[in-house]
Each structure stands twice: as C-alpha cells, then as structure tokens.
C-alpha cells in the first residue's frame, strides 16, 4: 500500500518562504503524477500544483509564480517551493500520488502565514 509523508510546514512571516516534501514509499513514483493541494479553515480543499512523471508542470492561478513544484525520482520525493507567502496560503497542504486508478493522500502538513 502506497504511502506518502509530507513534512516542511510550519509558521512563517509574510513574504518569507517554505519548502513543504512529500515522500512515497512506492516503486512506481517514478511514473506516478504528483501534485500538492490545500485546506484553509473553513474552505473545501482546492488544487495548488501537480508534475507528471515527464516534468510536466500546471499550477493554481493563485500560486503562479511563487511555488514551485518538483520531483526527485531517485529518493520518491516531490517538493513545493513556496516563496513570496501570504496570509491567504495559510491552509493544510496535502499531497496527492495518482497511478492508474490509483489516488492516494498524505495527512498533510499544516502551513501557518503570519506576522
């Protein structure tokens, strides 16, 4: 059974950034599709990122141009680079693992923006 551990989150200042990590324990993340998604209080969750097993990158329009989704193939890694937070990021980011018919979630990791 697939498994995924994010880790990374924590609380940070306006403007300051994170780097949230998602680990598989899966033989196949290699060509699985990756993708990061987040829950604010209150909200349902909602798509950030995603990188197909080619490097294939798409993300949210709110995010565009200050996160930064990538993978490490050798060590079943996908990594959010988030620069430039704002108050509004603030949310619990999940990570998401798709292979065929096959979704699995992370429990994610909680992602607090404040001063």
């Known amino acids: 059974q697939v498994q995924l551990a994010e880790s990374g989150g924590g609380l940070v200042q306006p403007g300051g950034s994170l780097r949230l990590s998602c680990v598989a324990s899966s033989s196949l993340f290699s060509i699985s599709r990756m993708g990061w998604y987040r829950q604010a209080p209150g909200k349902e969750r909602e798509f950030v990122a995603r990188i197909t097993s080619g490097g294939s990158t798409n993300y949210a329009d709110s995010v565009k141009g200050r996160f930064t989704i990538s993978r490490d193939n050798a060590k079943n890694t996908v990594y959010l680079q988030m620069n430039s937070l704002r108050p509004e990021d603030t949310a619990v980011y999940y990570c998401?693992?798709?292979?065929?018919?096959?979704?699995?979630w992370g429990q994610g990791t909680p992602v607090t923006i404040s001063s």
């Open positions: 998401n693992y798709v292979l065929g018919g096959r979704e699995v």
